[in-house]
């Protein structure tokens, strides 16, 4: 699996949108794009994905590079709840499996 | 909005026990998942199981855990004989297709 790197934390203010940057420069072509946030110390939870078209739906924006060697992760409108650790993380197509990195720590502040 | 529940919240065990940590998938999901989180550390993988087998299975996962979907309606991890480095929050995660699978709150597992 490709490897991801993103910045270790990220501050946000709250009602602003929080763009989380992840470069994963060798994905290959079969490989998805995935975020997973992280709450305190609950369950991963599941954001969006793609693969190479930008995708939006109620949670968040994913916006990938034509290259596809980048995201970024939007969140519109930031809320104190947003705070946490977001995974970005590179799939293959033949696996199921979640490889978590270390992610970036985004606080939300008032 | 359906969620994966895990049963206990926190389990304390004894070194060389036996520990089954339960979980009950979202109802109708075919894809089934153990992760766990060592405090500190990062989430990683254990086991896939679909359609009544492991589908893949991490280095972690050796001879001494196991998973079973006893029911039709609970999915267990068992591990045999629990070393220290076994303690963890360990979660269980299910989903009706192979992606974007909900987690559950986990079970933190404390071996004493």
């Known amino acids: 699996d490709a490897k991801t790197t993103q910045p270790t934390s990220m501050d946000c203010a709250e009602g602003r949108a929080a763009n989380l940057p992840c470069n994963h420069s060798t994905i290959s072509g079969n490989e998805y794009v995935y975020w997973y946030r992280q709450i305190h110390s609950q369950g991963p939870q599941y954001i969006i994905h793609?693969?190479?078209n930008n995708e939006t739906n109620e949670m968040a924006s994913l916006i990938i590079t034509e290259d596809r060697k980048s995201s970024t992760l939007i969140l519109p409108h930031a809320t104190l709840r947003d705070t946490a650790v977001y995974y970005c993380i590179v799939r293959a197509y033949n696996t199921d499996k979640l490889i978590f990195g270390t992610g970036t720590r985004l606080q939300v502040f008032p | 909005e359906p969620e994966v529940t895990q049963t206990p919240s926190h389990q304390v065990t004894q070194m060389g026990q036996e520990v089954i940590l339960r979980c009950v998938p979202i109802?109708?999901?075919?894809?089934f998942y153990w992760y766990r989180q060592i405090l500190g550390q990062k989430v990683e993988f254990l086991v896939s199981f679909y359609n009544n087998e492991i589908s893949e299975k991490s280095e972690i996962f050796d001879d001494q855990f196991s998973v079973e979907r006893p029911d039709g309606s609970n999915f267990t991890l068992k591990i045999r004989s629990t070393k220290l480095e076994d303690s963890a929050m360990y979660f269980c995660a299910s989903g009706p297709r192979s992606y974007g699978y909900t987690f559950g709150s986990g079970t933190r597992l404390t071996v004493v």
């Open positions: 109802s109708n999901h075919l894809y």
């Open positions: 793609g693969l190479k």
